[in-house]
């Protein structure tokens, strides 16, 4: 089960979930004509969550309560995914933190509206 600040987003998919936690590395030529290289590998993990447009679609009430939670840009919130909890934060520094888009575009989406679309979060 996925959730987030307890807004079920099981149909979405975190799909930079194997390259989230990789060591920053960076190259300094030395005279000689070598390299050394300088690793750090941080406890901060970018999360990105997607839903296609053809699955994983997201009802009007979770629309909004996740409309609400990113329009907090010092709210903390918790990611549960796999079992396992993060504490994160909608990553606003990377526009947009949130994007969803209607699955069928209409003037009033009523309680069936339903979409889709991308979660940035980043953990804290």
Request: hydrophobic share 35%; glycine share 8%.
């Amino acid at each position: 089960m996925i959730t987030l600040n307890g807004i079920t987003l099981d149909g979405m998919i975190w799909i930079n979930e194997f390259s989230a936690d990789s060591p920053a590395v960076a190259a300094v030529p030395c005279a000689d004509g070598t390299s050394v290289l300088f690793s750090q590998k941080t406890d901060v993990i970018d999360i990105d969550l997607e839903s296609p447009e053809d699955a994983g679609w997201l009802s009007l009430d979770e629309a909004l309560r996740l409309r609400e939670a990113a329009s907090n840009t010092e709210g903390v919130y918790v990611f549960s995914y796999r079992g396992k909890e993060y504490r994160v934060r909608f990553r606003h520094e990377d526009p947009p933190a949130l994007k969803l888009t209607p699955v069928s575009p209409s003037s009033g989406y009523g309680q069936t509206g339903s979409f889709y679309g991308r979660i940035r979060l980043k953990t804290v």
